[in-house]
């Protein structure tokens, strides 16, 4: 894949601070492919099963696991542009301590602030809304009807009158296609914006009476996120998508910060999350993947049997071809040694679209494989593949500025020492409480 300078400058950049794939779509369309390796053939695999058929009909989820650093951003983000390419609307949810499952509202907030379309680069409700009245439009002018406005409107009292999970949803999303199509900022399309957002609280007791809505209370709200996400999905394919392709990144993090009860609360989240869309009358379509470090799983056996039991893979692995096994593990994607070299080759490339340095490359190919077997070797806390890609790019830059060099793999071994150093100084300022 060809990659223009400034978006090479900017992937170097990131990936020579922190290691890390970028987290947002429209700049992972441009970049991701050029320094992929490895999981392309699990992607297309998980795309062919769930994208071209189940997850348009019903709600499917995977669990994707790896050490941190372990390549699963990069792997929700590869997955991301895959289903927008694939007609899915996709969005991306980083978890931290603020944000958790055991408060379904506020992963909604999110997942609607980065509802992503495709083809479209502004994400969020607007542009999701502004697709609804496009789609639609176009689908009554191919039907051929005599007056497309009035066949609009006839069509948006169906949207009242239909039924959702969330019983206000129809009414509300009606209201605020309503103030869309007339490009007005009425009381009434403001308010629906806004509840559709998930502003419950936002709402003057006059805009809920107008729209009908009961006050949520708080002890209301985890079910009242759940039953608004899902009828915002069931919904989507009124915007011309197939469905909803749902990242949820770093699910680890959840579990550093709590223990005990509130453990178990997250554990409990997790398992409704999964089991609920199942109950939805019509289907949810969704693809669901979660991605977490594989202690998750052990923690999961020892709290939590229920969602053990949901996660657990049954027959074969998917990592052995079976396509339906819950648990993605990256760290079998290939050996990796194998993998490593295959970033460092890449990352060559991406180095001189970026600086368009004159490197010899077949030297710089041997010291990519060379660092790849030291890497390959090691066993740290923190994953070799981010330690591997931070230290080729510092060395790729000593190289292009002051001399090429022939490294041994004991000279690359000191050199990896040292990055594994500063990297494990930077995830204890990440993690420390």
Known sequence: MDIEQNDAMQLWAGLGSDGKAPTDLTSSSRVLASYTAGIEPWISRLANVYLAGLCRHGAHFKLVLAPYGGGKTHFLQSLGVRGLQDGFAVSYVA????????????????????????HVEEPGLQTFLD???????????????????VAF??????????????????RVVAEAIEATLAESDSMMGDAAFRWLQGDVGALSRDESAALRLPRVTKAEQPSFGRELMFS???????????GLVLLVDEVETLFNARGGRALFQLLAAMRVFLDNPAGVPGGVPLFGVFSAVPDIVDECD????????????HGASFDNGNDFAFQVPLERVESQEQLLAEIGRKLIDVGKAAHQWSLDRELQIRNAENLARVAAKRDFEVSARRMYVKTWIGLLERQATVAEIDFTEEELAVLYQGSFEALRTQEHEEYEP
């Open 302 to 313: 020892r709290k939590y049997g229920a969602l053990a039991q949901r996660i657990a893979v």
């Open 131 to 149: 697709a609804v009245v496009a789609a639609k439009t176009a689908e009554i002018e191919r039907q051929g009807a005599p007056d497309v406005q």
């Open 153 to 170: 409107r006839r069509w948006l009292r169906t949207v009242r009158r239909g039924t959702f999970p969330s019983n206000a949803f129809g």
């Open 95 to 118: 978890c931290n301590e603020g944000l958790t499952l055991t408060d379904p509202l506020a992963v909604y907030k999110e997942l609607i602030k980065h509802l992503r379309l495709p």
């Open 232 to 242: 915002l999905i069931q919904f989507a394919p009124q915007a011309g998508v197939h």
